[in-house]
């Protein structure tokens, strides 16, 4: 698994459509915040059962505790879904925006809704520093709107290569 992760407006899905353009892989897209009636670890689960190559735009292992701040009724990732996770070595890419912040932020279509984008607003400084300390911690690569995406995509190439996904 590739996990392309950052706050929104950084990057995440540019990166992702460049590389599923080059590179023959399954796409993840996120699919947003948990839904009424859905258990957040049973879409974690999901997704670890896929098999293949995968880019994940988005991982709600590391997502959901972020976003969280939004919405007070989140499920938290179990830890045992958390460890299953990490213990499988995806290749995890930060997408940082800079000072970009939410200027050109495009709006997903039935997934950023008014209270979620008004949340996201709010509270952009503490889930983007959220989104910092895990990258510090976790990520094998930060890319930065401007770098040369093509030194990612041969990351990508060679972390597929060499068999190391699940």
């Known amino acids: 698994m590739v996990i392309i992760e950052g706050i929104d407006n950084s990057g995440k899905s540019t990166l992702v459509t460049f590389l599923a353009?080059?590179?023959p892989v399954q796409v993840q897209r996120g699919e947003g915040p948990?839904?009424?009636?859905?258990?957040i670890n049973d879409r974690i689960r999901r997704y670890l059962n896929y098999?293949?190559?995968?880019?994940f735009d988005r991982h709600p292992v590391?997502?959901?505790?972020?976003?969280?701040?939004?919405n007070a009724n989140a499920t938290e990732v179990s830890d045992k879904n958390t460890q299953t996770f990490y213990n499988r070595r995806p290749l995890l890419i930060y997408c940082d925006p800079g000072q970009r912040k939410l200027?050109?932020?495009?709006?997903r279509e039935?997934?950023?809704l008014p209270e979620f984008l008004a949340g996201l607003d709010l509270n952009y400084e503490v889930m983007l520093m959220k989104y910092r300390e895990w990258a510090i911690?976790?990520?094998?690569?930060?890319y930065r709107i401007g770098d040369d995406?093509?030194?990612?995509?041969?990351a990508v190439r060679t972390y597929f290569s060499k068999g190391i996904s699940a």
């Open 149 to 154: 995406i093509t030194l990612i995509e041969d």
């Open 34 to 39: 948990e839904r009424k009636g859905e258990n």
């Open 51 to 55: 098999k293949g190559s995968f880019i």
């Open 137 to 142: 911690q976790h990520a094998n690569i930060i």
């Open 62 to 70: 590391v997502s959901q505790p972020i976003y969280s701040c939004i």
């Open 103 to 107: 200027d050109q932020h495009q709006i």
């Open 21 to 23: 353009e080059r590179i």
């Open 110 to 112: 039935g997934i950023d």
